[in-house]
């Protein structure tokens, strides 16, 4: 029993203790190295973006067309990845290790049956898929194929990278994301020029060799996230992928998991379809949507990794019923979530020609990347706080409001852009549609939280 203890008390010394201490100093502790790996995600995709800028504003367009499939896909993992992270938190912060390690498994399970299916589909019907978008030039079409065939191969190691994700979350082990991701971004900004222009007897091999260092970066950081399992003594130990799951652990991970996918996956079918309505000003624009919603992911990622702490450290608290802890930790979140907000859109909307400048130069192109920023920058702080308040609902477990709120806000998308893009504004109407939805989606799923939030409050005093 002795023994026991002592490991227990290993563990935790490992891992950010959720359940006690200072709330700031906590969720600090825990979402920093996420935000950093979110960072460092978002130069995965903003390396990519410089070197494969050099190359064209083609090259960029067939990256961007292709990039949405794999944004689509990221969607389906959110199902094993979320719903995973939850229960495991909830079984975690409950004392309930045995539990925890059947939902790790079912998350795994879930990802890999996700992920075959996905890898099939790119693979053979890259050619369809592609079509869809109705881009003007043959070579275009042809890299964005290539692009898609490469990196749904690939699709093992980033749909193991974001369960692996989740569950190290989950255990408040967020150091190691860090730690994997790092690894791969030098992995990737090592391999982009090389494989993308060539050095020596490696050929030039332009949009597919960007596939292929973003494939080869993620094979890296799934292996460190191998390795650190292996040396996990809280979740991962007696942890064995082949043994059985249970169907019952599925269901529960799909509750928490599928309204969060769904709203994702649409939101990426809806976002294919503005490309597609982008795509008729050109593919000079298809590319600014490109460069310029990686620039922004600055905001939404950072926000993003913020909202996965939130979630973890209100999952846990939840499970080992800390309520106060629970209402304290959303209210510091929030408040980090306005400064940030707010810096952003000074960023975006005062130094737009300086960061667009960056990736492309061509002056045909960076006033219509001027444009996209300055009006995305309008929505940055209801952004930041949608997506925080929807991390901390998916903490709850109850993940379905702000994901109903967010499909129907991207759903009013479409039908917005259509209408404005056919007045005076132009292009420009497509960007506001995504600006004026995304205010709106922030103050709906605010406001919501805060009401339950205070029934949730009200409740414990009746229990007591």
């Not at 260092?213 to 292996?223: E, G, P, S």
């Not at 846990?316 to 959303?330: F, P, S």
Request: proline share 3%; net charge positive.
């Amino acid at each position: 029993m002795n023994c026991i203890m002592n490991k227990k008390s290993r563990n935790r010394q490992k891992n950010v203790n959720l359940l006690e201490g200072s709330i700031a100093g906590t969720l600090a502790r825990l979402a920093f190295p996420i935000m950093c790996t979110s960072f460092i995600q978002m130069a995965y995709n903003l390396t990519d973006m410089i070197w494969i800028g050099r190359v064209s504003s083609n090259a960029v367009a067939a990256v961007g067309a292709a990039g949405m499939y794999l944004w689509l896909a990221n969607g389906f993992s959110t199902i094993p990845r979320i719903g995973g992270q939850v229960r495991t938190a909830h079984a975690i912060g409950a004392g309930e290790r045995e539990k925890a390690m059947s939902c790790a498994q079912a998350a795994f399970h879930m990802g890999i049956v996700m992920l075959l299916v996905c890898t099939l589909v790119y693979v053979f019907g890259s050619h369809t898929l592609i079509a869809f978008f109705q881009l003007n030039q043959e070579s275009v079409v042809l890299d964005a194929e290539t692009y898609l065939v490469i990196t749904g191969l690939g699709l093992c190691f980033s749909f193991l990278n974001q369960i692996f994700t989740g569950l190290f979350t989950a255990i408040g082990k967020s150091m190691v994301m860090f730690q994997a991701t790092t690894t791969g971004l030098i992995v990737n900004i090592a391999l982009d020029p090389l494989l993308i222009f060539g050095a020596g007897p490696l050929p030039r091999l332009g949009v597919a060799g960007a596939a292929l260092a973003t494939v080869l970066a993620q094979a890296v950081v799934c292996l460190m996230f191998v390795r650190a399992a292996g040396k996990d003594e809280l979740l991962f130990q007696g942890f064995h992928i082949c043994s059985c799951s249970s169907l019952k652990e599925w269901k529960s991970i799909g509750k928490i998991g599928l309204p969060v996918a769904v709203q994702n996956i649409l939101f990426s079918s809806l976002s294919m379809i503005i490309a597609r309505m982008i795509a008729s000003w050109g593919d000079a624009a298809v590319a600014v949507q490109k460069v310029g919603s990686q620039i922004e992911s600055i905001s939404w990622m950072t926000a993003e990794g913020f909202a996965t702490a939130v979630n973890a450290f209100t999952a846990q608290n939840h499970g080992a019923q800390k309520k106060e802890r629970v209402r304290k930790g959303y209210a510091t979140a929030a408040g980090l979530m306005v400064c940030w907000g707010l810096f952003t859109s000074f960023v975006l909307m005062v130094l737009p020609e300086q960061i667009f400048r960056i990736f492309i130069t061509d002056p045909a192109v960076l006033p219509l990347g001027v444009d996209y920023l300055r009006i995305l920058g309008v929505s940055q702080l209801f952004m930041c706080l949608e997506i925080t308040s929807a991390g901390a609902f998916q903490g709850l477990g109850k993940p379905m409001l702000p994901s109903v709120a967010g499909i129907l806000g991207n759903a009013a998308r479409v039908p917005l852009a259509a209408v404005l893009s056919a007045t005076v504004l132009g292009l420009n109407g497509i960007w506001w549609s995504i600006t004026i939805s995304s205010i709106a989606k922030g103050v709906v799923v605010v406001s919501a939280f805060l009401v339950m939030l205070r029934k949730y409050m009200q409740s414990e005093r009746k229990d007591t």
